[in-house]
C-alpha cells in the first residue's frame, strides 16, 4: 500500500513537466567529459552557466536487451530539451537516455524517471577538447 502510494506520487511530479505529461526536461552544455545525470532543478548548468549545445539529439529507449525508443528529442538555441514520454507505465522504468551531437562525444546513461524538482543535465565533451569549465561534469566523491 505504501510503494502504491509512493509510485502514485512519483507519477504525478512526473506528469508536470514540459507543459504537462510524462517527460524528461533539461539542458545539454559542453564540458570536459560527456555525461548524462539528474540535478536539482536549482542546478546552475541548468540556467545560463555553460555554453548550450544546440541542436543535440537526446533519445530515451526503455533498458532491456532492443528497448524501443519511447521518447525523442532537440535542443534548443539555449540547449534544454523535452523529450515527453508516450505512457504513464514509464514511470517506473528503467530508461537509456542517449545524447549525441556533431562535434561532440556521444553521452549515455540509465536512469530512473526525475522526481519532482529535478531535471537531466546532458555534459557534452567537445571533441578535440573540453568544453567550458562552468559546466564540468559532476564527480562521484
Known amino acids: ?46 540556467g545560463s552557466a555553460g555554453a548550450p549545445v544546440e541542436g543535440a539529439t537526446v533519445t ?37 537516455v542517449i545524447a549525441a551531437a556533431t562535434g561532440h562525444l556521444p553521452a549515455r546513461s540509465v536512469i530512473f524517471l526525475p522526481e519532482r524538482g529535478r531535471e537531466v543535465l546532458v555534459v557534452l565533451e567537445r571533441i578535440g577538447g573540453a568544453g567550458g569549465s562552468a559546466a564540468s561534469a559532476p564527480t562521484n566523491r
Do not use: H, Q
Not at 505529461?21 to 560527456?34: M, N, T, W
Not at 528497448?67 to 514509464?90: E, M
Open 60 to 96: 530515451v529507449r526503455v533498458r532491456k536487451p532492443d528497448g524501443p525508443v519511447v521518447a525523442t528529442a532537440t535542443t534548443g538555441p539555449d540547449g534544454r530539451f523535452c523529450a515527453k514520454l508516450p505512457n504513464p507505465s514509464l514511470a517506473r522504468s528503467e530508461l537509456a
Open 1 to 46: 500500500m505504501v510503494a502504491r502510494a509512493l509510485i502514485g506520487i512519483g507519477l504525478a511530479a512526473a506528469l508536470g513537466g514540459c507543459a504537462g505529461g510524462l517527460a524528461i526536461e533539461g539542458r545539454a552544455v559542453e564540458g570536459p567529459a560527456s555525461v548524462v545525470v539528474p540535478v536539482d532543478a536549482g542546478d546552475a548548468r541548468l
